[in-house]
């Protein structure tokens, strides 16, 4: 059972650069969400989803946009990287309540952004 | 908003000394509360998790805590620390049922010593 796969590990980009970073869930959870930590700030929320087609905004959005075509994958697309958006990305998963999978976020292993 | 305080951002300890993490939550709302461990270069793992009922936690590793919601607080314990604990610590607190919109603090590391 793989859980929750993020890749690429590790990206260098040069500012204006597009990509997506990736994440993958073999557990069928409903839910999934992308959240960047930087050092002293925790993690902070970017985007999350409560199903397939049904996407929202979390604290620090811009320059970000997420979509949820299928139930195990939300990609994460920078449209034009900025140095400030040099971080890592976790993406996060878990079970809609009353569902009966275990009440928790399970979290991939990120992906170290950084932005030249 | 919720918002979630953990005032230490380092904590030196040595080994198999006890070691209390301090993590204090704003909200007037029932919550759901979490620890999670992040060893250097990997991703966040569970430690404990608070839902309800007893308001102490058992969790991995010989971690507990303890949910105090007049405090509003729920701090991390461990009654003898190895090495091995060395990592930072992130409390959260969840804005919903689904967990799809964790609160997290801003870490606590932990520096375990012989």
């Known amino acids: 059972n793989a859980g929750v796969t993020q890749t690429p590990k590790f990206q260098v980009l040069k500012t204006g650069q597009s990509m997506t970073l990736q994440c993958a869930q073999d557990?069928?959870?409903?839910?999934m969400s992308w959240y960047r930590q930087d050092p002293g700030m925790g993690l902070r929320l970017i985007h999350y989803s409560v199903g397939a087609g049904i996407t929202d905004q979390g604290e620090v959005p811009n320059g970000y946009n997420v979509s949820r075509s299928t139930t195990e994958d939300f990609p994460l697309r920078l449209l034009s990287a900025a140095p400030s958006q040099t971080s890592v990305y976790f993406c996060?998963?878990?079970?809609?309540?009353?569902?009966?999978?275990?009440?928790?976020?399970?979290f991939g292993q990120g992906t170290r952004l950084t932005v030249v | 908003a919720q918002s979630v305080t953990q005032l230490d951002s380092q904590v030196p300890v040595f080994e198999e000394a006890p070691v209390e993490l301090r993590c204090n939550y704003s909200?007037?709302?029932?919550?759901?509360l979490f620890w999670y461990v992040q060893y250097p270069n990997q991703g966040l793992q569970l430690l404990l998790k608070?839902?309800?009922?007893?308001?102490l936690v058992k969790g991995i590793n010989g971690f507990e805590a303890e949910f105090n919601k007049s405090q509003t607080s729920f701090h991390l314990r461990k009654p003898s620390v190895h090495i091995s604990d060395t990592a930072e610590y992130f409390c959260?607190?969840?804005?919903?049922?689904?967990?799809?919109?964790?609160?997290f603090g801003t870490g606590t590391r932990l520096l375990v010593s012989p």
């Open positions: 909200s007037s709302v029932s919550v759901y």
């Open positions: 996060a998963s878990s079970g809609a309540p009353g569902t009966g999978v275990r009440a928790e976020a399970f």
């Open positions: 608070y839902l309800s009922g007893s308001t």
């Open positions: 959260a607190v969840s804005e919903g049922t689904g967990f799809q919109k964790l609160v």
């Open positions: 557990m069928n959870h409903e839910y």
